[in-house]
Structures are given as structure tokens and as C-alpha cells.
């Protein structure tokens, strides 16, 4: 489980980042839910695959290694991984959604190319000092940032 912590440029040290189940956990227990089986099943699957996916396929990658949890279960887990800040989705220009890791990590932005449908991960050194930046003169610390390309051949 990788759990690389939110670094910016000026952070001299690393924060210390819990282990994600840990995290998930309290986030349901505030809301007065359990962490049930089927819900770890669900964020170890998603853990392991570390990539941008879509439901469909965590789930086909669920059923694949046996696990038997319902599509509503693995919807409501989704859900529940982005209200708690685990996983957040990502914007792209088709009907379905698509979700990344996003606790513990630094932001990462993306090319997509509309001609493809590739999904490549660029680095932009500069917008993680010009977030800062913006931050700073508010007053705020910058948490993250997405940023996303559209781009197409031609």
C-alpha cells in the first residue's frame, strides 16, 4: 500500500499519514457506520490497483478474485471513499466515472487525449508553486490541486 505523503515544494518534512484503512474507519464511524468486510475488500481491491478505474471495472476486478460483494455495496464504498477524502474522481469528458487515490499523495495531473481516450500523467513543477503561491496570499495551505489537459491530434 503505497501512502507517499502530500509534500509541497516549501515542507521540509513529510506528514506522518495513517495507514488508509485507519483513515476510512473513523470516517464511518462518524457518520455511525461499520467497517465491514466487504467494505475493506473494497479499498484493498482499489489500493492494489492504483490507477485511475472506473466502478465497473473495480468491480470485475472484485469478482475476479472472488469477493462477493453487491454493485450497490461497491457504490455506497465509493461514495464513502470520496466523502472521507480516500479517493476523489476524475474529470474526463465521458458519461462514466472515473476515480484515483488521492489521500496521502501528491496531486497528479493528467493529459487526456480526446482522440485516444489516453490517460497519461504529466508532471508540471510550476502549478504546485503557483498553488502555493495563491495560497500563501490568502492566508491558506494548499491541500492539493487538479489539473487536467484535453488534447487531441490535429
Known sequence: MDLRPIKSEGDAEPAIIDPLCSVFRRHLKSLGQKYTPERAQVLDVLVELDDIFQADQLFEEMKGRGYRVSKATMYRTIKLLQEAGIIQQVLLTSETAHYQLAYGRKAQDLLIRLDTDEI?????????????????????KATGHRFQVFASKG
Open 120 to 140: 497519461i500523467a504529466i508532471s508540471v513543477p510550476e502549478l504546485a508553486a503557483i498553488r502555493d503561491r495563491v495560497c500563501k496570499e490568502h492566508g491558506l
